[in-house]
Structure formats: C-alpha cells, structure tokens
C-alpha cells in the first residue's frame, strides 16, 4: 500500500467508501421481496390470513348460532330458505314461548342463587360445547351487538340452521384440522427422514423399507377401521374419560399417515448436504451427531419443509372433508365443510333444487384448496435461490 501514488491510494479509498455502502441481502429478505411480485400468491396469503382471522374469531362475530334448529310451521320455520335479508335474533326456546337470548341470560344470573342448579346456561342451549376462548368471544357478541344477528346470507339448511353460520364455524374444524395433523406430520417426518438420511448404510436402509411397508398399506381403511372401532360405545366412553375426543383420534391417525412423503423429501435433502464442508467443519470441531442434525442439517431444510407442508395442508382437509362426508369424521353437534357437503347431497331432490346447501360448502372448500397452493406454490419459488433471476 506504501509502494502506491496518490491517485490509486484516493481510488482504491472510493472503492472501498462504495463497497461499504453496499449491504448484502439475506435470503429471507431476498425471498420475500421475490414473493411480494407473485401476485397470486400475495393475494392468496391474504384470504388466507383473513379467512383464518374470520374462523379464529368466529364466536364473536354477529351470526345465528350453527346448532340452533327453527323447525315448525308458521313465522318461525326457517327450513330451506333461500339467501335472504329476512331479520334474525337469537332467542332461546321457552315453555311460555321464545325469548331473546341476552333477557333470557339476565333472568337466568338474577336468579341463578334460587334456580335449580341443574338448569342449563341459556347459552349453552344456542351454542353447545363451547370452551372457555368461545364463550367468552359469545359474551363479548352479545354485549355489542346484542340479539341481532346477520340475515341468512347464505340460506337454511333442513333443519333451519344458518348455512353462512355453520360455514364459519366449519372453516374453524376443517382448518385446524389441516394445521394440527400438518404439523404433526411434519415433526414425525422431519425427524425420520433426517436420521435416516444422516445415518445412512443400514440405518437407513432399514428405516426407509419400514416407510416402503406402510406406503403398500391402504390407509384409508385403516383409518375407517380404527374410527369406527374407536367410535364402538364403550371405547369411547372409556377414551372420553381421558378427555379424548374423536377429533383428536383424527389428528393423531391423519399426522401418522401423511409423514411418509415428508420422511423420503426430508432424506433426499439431508444425504445431499451431509457431505458438504459447513457439516465436516461442525464435525472437526467436535459437534455430536444430534447437534449436527440439529443445529446444522434441519435449518437448511427450513425452506423445503415450509413449502411441502403448504402443499399438504389442501390433501389434509380434502381428507377430512371426505372422511365427514363419510359420517366418519367430525362428530355433530360440532360441524365442518365435509358434514355441511353431506348435508346439501342429502337435500339434494329431482323436484327442487336446494343449490346453496351444495354452492357455499363446495366454494368455501375449493377457493381455500385454490388459495393454499398458489401461496405453496409462490412460496416454492421464492425460496428457490436457482429462481432469483427469473
């Protein structure tokens, strides 16, 4: 530097003021400014965000509760309605006759010291089972907008009940479904997949012909076979007292068959990186295999896990939607998009058609499907670095 002139010091000093002005891009960055570009997929992440909102928060939005049944002739029926604007309030059925739900809860805590304590909340006799977050969503409902209700947007089922209502309250089982047995499937399979991929030779080969073994075997009955056994009376009253549901019987049998595919992508991965310098430095500086998988091997597998579980996440619900259609999934009095479908097949009649039991299921279901493979699918590319120039 001392052997320079004048001119090369001040030029190589520029060149070195213009290189620190330049700050590298990391890849998250890098991929999010790539998807923000991805129009479909930014459009789709955010119906996403706002439909998963919409499920979340449900209970405290102004709509008829999705078990109450307005059976009978007269004003009250409301079987079959077509989309309407016709008003709606919640009322709870009484022997002197209906009453609105917030006078009903008012009577029932003024005098809850003297009441039978066998009586049920009125609450619980619009909506049943309602946890602890829902109940008290339904309590912050009614004290801001009381008894009134949304008007039938999306029609009456065969029993009266709301359609637009059940749809929301179906999205909430049908979306946590696919997340639940998603991530599931992805701790499983992450996992396995990793250690056979790390450990290679027999390890591997023995852990992935068990993976071969349970593709070869037809999941579906063996998820109908242990529904169905598990359903039988007295197992369920026996798991009930466990606090286990159907529901979570769901979960666990879903997760346990769809980490297979994820077990084979996450060792092709892992046996393409095992070798590669970052992973023989950790070894030389004494890192055990564990942290090795851990710490080193799983992180870079982020970006690939992320977008297979975008692109399972669709096959999961369809799964469950077919399962309920099935009468094997989502017990009643809970709901879901596959239930709601079953019930429009059974109103189906060549005399009249009952189009909105069928439409709304099916284009809840479809655009959510839609949704979440486009955001898989721009998610994919925008974690690819080989797409960065495309």
């Given amino acids: 530097m001392h052997d320079l002139s004048s001119n090369e010091r001040a030029r190589y000093a520029e060149m070195l003021r213009e290189a620190s002005l330049i700050q590298g891009t990391s890849l998250g960055r890098d991929a999010w400014q790539r998807m923000r570009k991805n129009r479909a997929a930014m459009a789709s992440a955010a119906f996403l965000a706002v439909f998963a909102w919409l499920a979340l928060f449900t209970p405290g939005l102004p709509l008829a509760s999705p078990q109450k049944q307005y059976l009978g002739g007269g004003e009250k029926s409301r079987q079959l309605m077509r989309p309407n ?4 309030v919640l009322e709870v059925d009484d022997p002197a006759g209906a009453m609105p739900l917030t006078a009903a809860i008012r009577s ?3 005098s809850k010291n003297d009441a039978d304590p066998t009586l049920i909340h009125p609450m619980e006799r619009v909506w049943y089972q309602l946890n602890t977050f829902d109940r008290a969503l339904v309590r912050c409902r009614l004290r801001v907008f009381g008894d009134w209700c949304l008007p039938s947007l999306c029609g009456t089922d065969h029993l009266g009940r709301d359609v637009l209502s059940r749809l929301l309250w179906g999205a909430r089982v049908s979306l946590s479904v696919g997340l639940i047995a998603g991530l599931v499937s ?5 996992l396995f997949g990793a250690i056979a991929g790390y450990c290679g030779g027999l390890v591997d080969a023995i852990m992935m012909r068990f993976v071969d073994v349970l593709s070869a075997i037809p999941f ?5 076979f242990a529904i169905t056994v598990l359903g039988e009376e007295s197992i369920r009253r026996s798991l009930q007292q466990y606090g286990v549901e159907r ?12 980490w297979l595919t994820m077990a084979r992508v996450v060792r092709g991965q892992v046996i393409s990186l095992r070798n590669e310098p970052f992973i023989e430095a950790a070894r030389v500086l004494g890192a055990g295999h564990g942290r090795i998988v851990l710490r080193h091997l799983l992180p870079n597998l ?3 896990v992320i977008v297979y579980l975008t692109l399972m996440i669709p096959s999961i619900i369809l799964f469950e939607a077919f399962l309920s259609f099935l009468g094997l999934g989502v017990e009643p009095p ?5 239930i709601l479908a079953n019930d429009g097949t059974q109103a189906i009649s060549p005399i009249r058609s009952y189009w909105w039991l069928v439409a709304f299921p099916g284009l809840a279901l479809s655009s959510t499907l839609l949704a979440l493979n486009f955001f898989g699918d721009g998610l994919r590319d925008a974690l690819d670095p080989r797409l960065r120039h495309h």
């Fill in 186 to 190: 992805l701790v499983i399979g992450v």
């Fill in 85 to 88: 604007l016709r008003r709606l």
């Fill in 247 to 258: 529901i979570t019987i769901f979960y666990i049998l879903v997760g346990a068959i769809y």
């Fill in 334 to 338: 809970q709901v879901s998009w596959g």
């Fill in 302 to 304: 982020i970006s690939v």
């Fill in 108 to 110: 029932f805590e003024e």
């Fill in 220 to 224: 579906i009955f063996v998820v109908i």
